[in-house]
């Protein structure tokens, strides 16, 4: 019984995001993807904010970390939940719920925390002017620099 709600649940997730993600994101002429017009940080949903991090992450490469990362990311302001990104052999994984058995912790805002996956601004430098927090164990954090990005985020 709880099995099946579980499922159930996983389910509903999964189809309430492949709907956001097709309400979100549009072909252009030449047929990337690109965000649909008003599509920005202010005006995002927190599964937008999922979606865009999945897309960050969605080619990356992970294989030259070896140990096992988890980052929980609590979003302030717009889109305001929490999150996480977990690496485990290699692969990553972006989860739109709580980590409770986390490595490290951020507190930052959408904007922030986009620009700090997307490699357009260091995490230190977030820390530095105010923009994010850390909790926890800082060198499991830094260990994100490390993962390779295929294609260059915008």
Request: glycine share 8%; aromatic share 10%; with cysteine.
């Amino acid at each position: 019984m709880a099995q099946d709600v579980i499922f159930a649940v996983k389910w509903c997730q999964k189809v309430e995001i492949q709907y956001l993600m097709s309400q979100t994101i549009t072909r252009g002429s030449s047929g990337q993807k690109r965000r649909s017009a008003g599509f920005t940080v202010e005006n995002m949903t927190y599964h937008e904010l999922i979606i865009e991090a999945r897309r960050i992450f969605d080619k990356a490469d992970a294989s030259c970390i070896k140990e096992h990362v988890a980052v929980q990311f609590d979003v302030t302001g717009y889109a305001a939940g929490t999150f996480y990104l977990e690496i485990k052999d290699g692969k990553i994984h972006i989860e739109p719920y709580p980590y409770y058995d986390h490595d490290a912790r951020i507190l930052a805002s959408a904007e922030a925390i986009l620009d700090m996956l997307g490699g357009k601004a260091r995490l230190c430098d977030e820390v530095q002017y105010g923009r994010a927090r850390i909790s926890g164990n800082i060198g499991k954090v830094t260990r994100l620099h490390d993962i390779r990005l295929r294609e260059r985020v915008r």
